[in-house]
């Protein structure tokens, strides 16, 4: 099982991007998904999640900028981002609960990580 990142890059205070991170192999199913991100000398932050329902929850600092969804077909997860703040750099990492095929539970699957910097 395999999650990979896209979508991060260098915008300008006030825009906006989209992540994407899709989960590729042997998957039977997949339960939460999440993003967190870490930005140089801080510890690594849960940003968004979203339940295999569709519940989310956010992190305080990003509510109402930030919004989490996800597409099960594709077995993507994607944040969509508004209103950026220089604060918000970081490099993103996706994370989800997969349940592989084989495996008698789910496991703990992360990203690469894709680095996101907001700067004019």
């Known amino acids: 099982v395999q999650l990979q990142a896209s979508g991060g890059g260098l915008v300008q205070p006030g825009g906006s991007l989209r992540l994407s991170c899709a989960a590729s192999?042997?998957?039977?199913?997949?339960?939460?998904m999440r993003w967190y991100r870490q930005a140089p000398g801080k510890q690594r932050e849960l940003v968004a999640a979203?339940?295999?329902?569709?519940?989310?929850n956010y992190a305080d600092s990003v509510k109402g900028r930030f919004t989490v969804s996800r597409d099960n077909a594709k077995k993507t997860v994607y944040l969509q981002t508004y209103s950026l703040k220089p604060e918000d750099s970081a490099v993103y990492y996706c994370?989800?609960?997969?349940?592989?095929?084989?495996?008698?539970?789910?496991?703990?699957?992360w990203g690469q990580g894709t680095q996101v910097t907001v700067s004019s």
């Open positions: 192999g042997r998957i039977s199913s997949i339960s939460a």
């Open positions: 994370n989800a609960d997969v349940l592989a095929v084989g495996y008698a539970g789910y496991r703990d699957y």
């Open positions: 979203i339940s295999s329902d569709g519940s989310t």
